[in-house]
């Protein structure tokens, strides 16, 4: 199989405060991460994509500074949204593409943010 | 620039009813991959096939069976006897072939309600 997890799947927080979301790919490893975003009852948008021990690409529109993104290891990468806010709220979601030649990514179950 | 349009917003049908997903893809590219995800209620984005452009077969899996025709740039999905567990919101997605293109571009998904 090919499962990815993500952690917290549900965070509350107040406005300023920055917030981790991790990624982890649990049975395989994961040269490649990708990063989206989805508000409700709309696709989703890639933010980012992630290899691991090298920096992340942002796509236009994409603040880097507050959207920090880390690959450290071929199974872990974190989403920091730092200096939250409301109009941050949104369903964040990852996935992991497996190998080099494998063209499938996998999805995590994402993670619910609301910014109060 | 690479395109998915997904024209049927919302569809609902009645469970044991046939159901066809439709999807029409732009690309500019000779080679690329087509995807099909679903989404149900609890957000996890489930993979459901991947098809290469090169292999025009259609595929049957259970009661999912998929369409793919170069010829006009659709990869439809039907699911025959919907049941009241296919209800989700699917989507279309298209990615580069070729090493290190591997960007998902999605539609704008088609929310499918199987009634009982």
């Known amino acids: 199989g090919a499962v990815v997890s993500q952690h917290p799947s549900w965070v509350i927080c107040k406005s300023g405060t920055s917030v981790k979301i991790e990624c982890r790919s649990l049975d395989f490893q994961a040269t490649t991460m990708f990063w989206y975003r989805q508000f409700p009852k709309q696709s989703l948008m890639l933010m980012a994509t992630?290899?691991?021990?090298?920096?992340?690409?942002?796509e236009q529109g994409v603040e880097k500074d507050k959207f920090l993104i880390n690959h450290a290891s071929l199974t872990l990468s974190t989403l920091t949204v730092t200096s939250a806010h409301p109009e941050d709220s949104s369903f964040y979601i990852c996935?992991?593409?497996?190998?080099?030649?494998?063209?499938?990514?996998?999805f995590g179950p994402g993670t619910r943010l609301l910014v109060l | 620039a690479q395109k998915v349009t997904q024209a049927q917003t919302e569809i609902s049908v009645v469970e044991k009813e046939d159901v066809t997903l439709d999807c029409v893809y732009e690309t500019r590219d000779t080679t690329y991959y087509l995807f099909w995800y679903k989404q149900p209620p609890s957000g996890e984005l489930v993979f459901l096939i991947r098809?290469?452009?090169?292999?025009?077969q259609n595929e049957i899996s259970g009661r999912y069976s998929w369409n793919f025709q170069k010829s006009t740039s659709s990869f439809n999905f039907t699911i025959t006897a919907s049941q009241v567990v296919d209800s989700a919101v699917y989507f279309c997605a298209l990615s580069p072939s070729g090493a290190g293109s591997y960007q998902l571009t999605f539609g704008k998904g088609t929310k499918l309600s199987v009634i009982p």
């Open positions: 996935s992991a593409r497996r190998g080099s030649t494998q063209e499938t990514q996998y």
């Open positions: 992630s290899n691991e021990g090298s920096k992340a690409t942002y």
């Open positions: 098809r290469n452009s090169f292999d025009e």
